[in-house]
């Protein structure tokens, strides 16, 4: 079994900053791309920040130079640094993990996490 359990979400006034972190545990010895996903009321969940295990980025445009993705593959964490923080990235942020479960035969799968609420106030 698999857990993703992130911290650090909470409210923050606009221009502030706050760090998400996200730590896999039980069966995920190893793990592949991870990220961060968001979710605001009424929306659909996008991407906003995903690395592979070889520290390869990629972002969501709006968050492009305000956001920094990071990840630990010893610890099997990943951490997402929101700088300057707008009214709009308010949302649920949800930990999304592809955990290889094993190599021979290989099998791995996506896991989530609970999610944590981030209100950016104006």
């Known amino acids: 079994q698999v857990q993703l359990v992130e911290s650090g979400g909470g409210l923050v006034e606009a221009g502030g900053s706050l760090r998400l972190s996200c730590a896999a545990s039980?069966?995920?010895?190893?793990?592949?791309?991870m990220g961060w996903y968001r979710q605001a009321p009424g929306k659909q969940r996008e991407l906003v920040a995903s690395i592979t295990s070889a520290a390869i980025t990629n972002y969501a445009s709006p968050v492009k130079g305000r956001f920094t993705i990071s990840r630990d593959n010893v610890k099997n964490t990943v951490s997402l640094q929101m700088n300057n923080l707008k009214p709009e990235d308010t949302a649920i942020y949800y930990c999304?993990?592809?955990?290889?479960?094993?190599?021979?035969?290989?099998?791995?799968?996506?896991?989530w996490g609970k999610g944590t609420l981030v209100t950016v106030s104006s």
């Open positions: 039980g069966s995920a010895s190893r793990t592949g791309t």
């Open positions: 999304n993990a592809n955990v290889i479960l094993s190599m021979i035969p290989w099998n791995a799968a996506d896991y």
